[in-house]
């Protein structure tokens, strides 16, 4: 089976980074993909908001480089988790887990270099299990 999910886009807002109580460090990002087609001669567009949590030494180099509007290359893997919520009721949320992450386009106002955040996949002990994520707190 596969559980694959490639991204290009532009993030929609600075990233949240944040330690959880086992020292491990999370970034959480909204990354905006858009879909362009022409529809009886009239160009329509839609944009798609995706969630995306990066574990480890990813970690850093989100934190370095990664602001709104920075276009990134995202590989990684579906992920649904639910919680309670404070009326208790079942929430769920399905997020990107990257694994791959690539910066593109102009490094701020400077050259077009793309840089290389990370490659090659992340181990499972990389990401929490369901019982190190905040309770209560979609990130």
């Given at each position: 089976?596969?559980?694959?999910?490639?991204?290009?886009?532009?993030v929609?807002?600075?990233?949240e980074?944040?330690a959880?109580?086992?020292?491990?460090?999370?970034?959480?990002?909204?990354?905006?993909?858009?879909?362009r087609?022409?529809?009886?001669?009239e160009w329509?567009?839609?944009?798609?908001?995706?969630?995306?949590?990066?574990?480890?030494?990813?970690?850093?180099?989100?934190?370095?480089?990664?602001?709104?509007g920075?276009?990134?290359?995202v590989?990684?893997?579906?992920r649904?988790?639910s919680?309670q919520?404070?009326?208790g009721r079942?929430?769920y949320a399905t997020?990107v887990?990257?694994?791959?992450?690539q910066?593109?386009?102009r490094?701020?106002?400077?050259?077009?270099?793309?840089?290389?955040?990370?490659?090659?996949?992340?181990?499972e002990?990389?990401?929490?299990?369901l019982?190190?994520?905040?309770?209560?707190?979609?990130?």
């Amino acid at each position: 089976m596969v559980n694959k999910v490639i991204l290009v886009g532009h993030v929609g807002a600075d990233p949240e980074i944040r330690a959880l109580s086992s020292g491990k460090r999370v970034a959480n990002l909204r990354l905006a993909t858009n879909e362009r087609w022409r529809s009886e001669g009239e160009w329509t567009e839609r944009t798609e908001w995706h969630n995306v949590v990066v574990w480890g030494r990813q970690v850093d180099i989100v934190e370095q480089y990664v602001v709104k509007g920075r276009q990134l290359y995202v590989e990684g893997a579906l992920r649904t988790r639910s919680w309670q919520d404070r009326d208790g009721r079942t929430r769920y949320a399905t997020e990107v887990h990257a694994r791959t992450l690539q910066l593109l386009g102009r490094r701020g106002n400077g050259g077009d270099q793309a840089v290389a955040a990370g490659s090659g996949a992340l181990g499972e002990s990389e990401g929490p299990g369901l019982a190190e994520a905040p309770a209560g707190a979609p990130f």
